[in-house]
Structure formats: C-alpha cells, structure tokens
C-alpha cells in the first residue's frame, strides 16, 4: 500500500504555487514563472490542460533568449530564475488553465495559471502626420486604475518607457507624453512633431503585479501627405474674430473634425468638435463646418483674446484617436476701428471667402465699403436742395432789383420826355416778369432758413 502511494505521489505534479490571469481579446499577456536555485540549466515550457494531458504551447532548452512559436513566445532569464511566457492576439476560447513546467527527472516543477480572456475592443491602428501630433486612447476596467501602466516600442525592450503612478498630469519623456485619468479609467498617450522614423508597431502595458501584465499592440503609421500644410500663420485684431480652412486626407471624410486651443502645458484645453457635412457646429466662441465633398474644415473664432495664440485642426477616430494635422499660429495686435467679418453659420462659406491655396488656406474678411449705397443717396439729395435754394434765392435777388427798375423807371418817366412808353415797356421784358415771379415766389419755402436746416440735418 505505501509503495502504490509513493508511486502516486510521484505522479502528480510539484505545484509551486496557482495565479490568476485576466486578458482581452485582441491584446495580449504576459505572465512570469519562477523556479528554484539550480534549475537553471532545466527545459522550460508553457502548457495548456489538466496536468495529466497538458498540451505543450512552447517549449525550450535556449536560455536568455526569446523563443517564437505562432503566438506564444518565452524568455528564460537565468540570472533571475524566472521565465517569462507571452500570448499574443488573444482569443476568447484561450481562456483555460495552463502550467509553467520545469523538466526534471522525477515529478517536474509546476505553476498554474489560470486564464480568462474578456471580450474587448483593441486598438488595431492609429494614423497620424509628418509634422503634427497624434493623442492615443486607451480605456481600461476601474479595478485597474491604482495599477502602474507603460507605453513603449514594440520588439522587447521599450526605447520609451513612461510609467504613470499620479492620478492626474503628464509624465514626458522627450516627444512622449502619458496621463493616466483615474476617474475616467483612461489612458492618453501624446506624441508630438511626428516623422515616418515613428512608425511602428506599439505597447500599451498594465502591470497588475509581479506575476503578469496585460497589453495592447496597434501599428502607429506617419504619413506625409501633400493635402495638408503642417503650420500657417494668421493675424487677428482682439476682440475681433478670425477665419480659417483646414484641408484633411480623404481618408478622414467620415471621421469627426475638430479644432483645438492648445494654452500652456494643456494639450488640448478647449475643443470644438463639427461632426456631420456641411452643417454649422453650435454656436459659440468657435463655429466649425465640414465639407466633406471638398475635403475642407473651415470655421471662424469669435472674440479673440492673446490667449488665442495656437491652434489645431485635427480628426478624431472612431476610438477617440486624434490626429493634429495643421497648426494655427495667430498674432493678435491691438484692436483697430475697421470692423472685422466672420462666417455666418446661417449659411456655408462659399469658395471666394477663402483664398485658392491648395492645401491650407487663411480667410480674409470681405472688403467693407466706405461709403454705404444708404449714405451716397442722402448726399445726392442733399446736395440737389443746396442748388435749389440757391436757385430760388438767385430768382428773389432779380425780382427785387426788377422792382426797384420799375420804380425808377416811372419816377424817369415823369421827369424825362424823350424816355417813351415803347422804350419803358422794353426795359420791363428786358429785365423782369413779374406775374411769373410772383407764381414763382409763391410755390416756394415762407421761411428758406427752414429748408436750410433740413438739409444739414440730411447731410
């Protein structure tokens, strides 16, 4: 009887010790199995099943060096006494129990691991520009959030590790940049002034302990696209307004459009954001419109302040990735008398409101009249009274000289003989009519200062 127990004592596996995994699907795990002091020298494997019928995953005799096999690889790091197994796209049928198994003579050294793997969402791709930024997100469970989190370059080592233990701020090191948002379970990756060298494959890591971290894998891809200019300068007067137009990829019609005001350390401390073709966002200090037909984001900002030094336009995917396309430069001066024009979100911006740039345009307010059509009439008028009561004063000096003639004609006649009747009568058509006069003067003003004073009330 104590032999069959021995021999069955033998048979089952030396268990060190039982961890739990969780991952998602599309992502990947990590999982690190110790073993003793001397079994350095051992094979070392990851399988999956009971013990009794454990189906070898990966298994090696190669030390300090990582091991492929479809998607599970392994790394036996002799110096620490651990190895370290990773999976790969993960699925929802990877979810069972598995063994890190040292092989000896004798009974082999084991630790069970027992995986399940949640359906999830993964990120499969972000895409961003030579030149501009891009804003990774990624979303985590809550009971997550006291958990320490990486970003790094795919292929082993991180050439950029970021390690977020605040609950809120920006960790950089150098182009990169990570906020953990505890309360929204989120992690925000920026990358700033993007070049092709940044195009790879990336990790977003949660270390849940010392026994094994979840990740997830994306492809970043910068392009260089000749649609888009990477920066253009504008001027505003403060408290005025100021027009721009963005062009974007084609690849980006159906994505969300957005303008950012980047103030300070904040990233992106006010966005407005412009979600459907040729419809105004609300109304507010920064108005977007989206043609889609023309690949155009235009929009107008209201009540410019010193603030409103840098801003820019961008497209936000589905997942909430933003990619920052053209940056806005704005040099604000003192405010001047000449009005300044914005868009009318009544109506869409019209081709001759912007200027013909092939990529990048700024928009320049439409010329304003100096003198009104209303005010040009007024003066036309004004003037037309002005000549008529000097008309009509011209026709009151000549009747009252014609008067005086008719009387020093008589008191003539009477004095002198050889002034005729027939030479008084030409010097009267000569000079004067008095019964039109007379019609004249009564069809006018009593009181011509009257008139006057109207006019310059008009003028």
Request: charged share 20%; proline share 3%; hydrophobic share 30%.
């Amino acid at each position: 009887m104590k032999i069959i127990l021995t021999f069955t004592l033998l048979m089952i596996p030396g268990v060190v010790s039982s961890i739990s995994v969780t991952g998602y699907s599309g992502g990947g795990v990590t999982i690190t199995c110790k073993y003793d002091e001397g079994y350095a020298a051992y094979v070392k494997y990851f399988c999956k099943g009971q013990w009794s019928d454990c189906t070898d995953q990966i298994k090696t005799d190669i030390k300090d060096k990582w091991v492929y096999n479809g998607r599970f690889s392994l790394y036996d790091d002799t110096r620490s006494e651990v190895f370290t197994v990773t999976i790969r796209d993960l699925r929802e049928q990877d979810s069972d129990t598995y063994w890190c198994g040292t092989e000896r003579v004798g009974k082999d050294l084991y630790t069970e691991v027992n995986l399940e793997v949640i359906r999830d969402q993964p990120i499969r791709s972000v895409r961003g520009y030579s030149g501009g930024n891009v804003i990774i997100n990624y979303k985590y469970e809550m009971k997550h959030k006291n958990h320490v989190k990486y970003f790094c370059k795919s292929g082993g080592q991180c050439f950029t590790v970021t390690i977020t233990n605040r609950a809120a701020g920006w960790e950089q090191d150098g182009r990169f940049s990570v906020q953990d948002d505890r309360s929204a379970g989120l992690l925000r990756v920026f990358i700033r002034d993007l070049n092709e060298n940044d195009s790879g494959e990336y990790q977003i890591t949660v270390k849940v302990s010392e026994e094994y971290s979840f990740f997830s894998e994306f492809n970043l891809i910068i392009r260089d696209d000749d649609c888009c200019v990477k920066s253009i300068s504008l001027s505003a007067a403060a408290g005025g307004s100021v027009n721009i137009s963005c062009k974007y990829p084609q690849s980006h019609i159906s994505d969300v459009k957005f303008l950012c005001w980047r103030s300070g350390a904040d990233l992106c401390a006010e966005e407005t954001s412009v979600k459907e073709s040729r419809r105004w966002s609300p109304e507010g200090k920064i108005q977007l419109y989206d043609d889609r037909e023309e690949q155009l984001l235009t929009g107008s900002i209201s009540h410019v302040t010193e603030q409103d030094s840098e801003y820019w336009c961008g497209v936000q995917s589905d997942q909430g990735h933003k990619s920052f396309i053209t940056r806005v430069l704005i040099n604000v001066t003192e405010q001047t008398s000449t009005p300044s024009t914005s868009l009318s979100p009544s109506s869409p911006p019209s081709s001759s409101s912007f200027s013909s740039s092939a990529s990048f345009s700024s928009v320049e307010s439409p010329a304003i009249s100096s003198v009104s059509p209303v005010t040009g009439s007024s003066l036309v008028v004004s003037v037309s009274v002005v000549l008529l009561l000097i008309i009509i004063g011209l026709v009151i000096v000549i009747w009252n000289v014609c008067r005086r003639r008719q009387s020093n004609n008589a008191d003539s006649s009477s004095k002198t003989s050889h002034v005729t009747p027939a030479n008084n009568e030409e010097v009267y058509n000569n000079y004067c009519n008095y019964e039109e006069v007379e019609d004249t003067h009564r069809q006018l003003p009593t009181t011509p200062s009257d008139s006057s004073d109207n006019i310059y009330a008009n003028v």
